[in-house]
């Protein structure tokens, strides 16, 4: 209805795109992933751009340092004119931290594909917090570093699920960190 299917069909040839039902954004992407063939793995929702050299830098910095399964750069809160409301509150990586709130911008995050399918990759039956789910079960095995540059913007306006359905977000947030740490923090 936005009118993203015309806009793919102008690149016809030149990039490859499925669209079909599937059950909330977790299985679309896990089904993206299967189909790709490349080592490093990242994906946008609906309404988060990567700011202008954002995929190179991420590249580059996964190539110049082998030892990092993840990266993740800066994000910004813009709005529906894409003006800048605010920087998202990303963190230094800290595991203890990851287990009371998640810091990591998902649309400036890249990751090395084994260890987005060696982590089971997105959990389907989750609609909101698929990706602070993933960087739980990631974080148990891989290592994850900070680019300390803007990688990605998150669009916030009301029709989107993170400022519309805030209560259901609390909820499934709540409901991943008493799966993995068994409590619910304050």
């Known amino acids: 209805r936005d009118g993203t299917l015309e806009i793919l069909r102008r690149y016809r040839g030149r990039l490859r795109y499925v669209s079909q039902p599937d059950h909330g954004p977790g299985d679309a992407v896990n089904r993206?992933?299967?189909m790709g063939r490349g080592s490093i793995f990242a994906w946008l929702n609906a309404d988060d751009t990567y700011l202008p050299g954002a995929v190179s830098a991420a590249i580059e910095y996964l190539l110049a340092h082998p030892q990092a399964d993840v990266v993740y750069g800066e994000g910004l809160w813009i709005d529906a004119a894409g003006r800048t409301i605010a920087p998202y509150p990303t963190k230094n990586?800290?595991?203890?931290?990851?287990?009371?709130?998640?810091?990591?911008?998902?649309?400036?995050c890249f990751l090395r594909s084994e260890a987005f399918r060696d982590s089971g990759m997105l959990n389907p039956a989750l609609q909101y917090a698929f990706d602070y789910d993933?960087?739980?079960?990631?974080?148990?095995?891989?290592?994850f570093e900070r680019l300390p540059v803007p990688l990605a913007t998150s669009r916030m306006h009301s029709g989107n699920k993170t400022l519309g359905e805030r209560r259901r977000i609390y909820e499934e947030n709540f409901q991943v960190l008493k799966h993995h740490y068994g409590y619910i923090p304050f």
Do not use: V
């Open 93 to 108: 990586f800290d595991s203890d931290l990851l287990q009371r709130e998640c810091f990591i911008c998902q649309p400036a």
């Open 134 to 143: 993933l960087w739980i079960r990631i974080s148990k095995r891989f290592r």
């Open 32 to 34: 993206g992933f299967s």
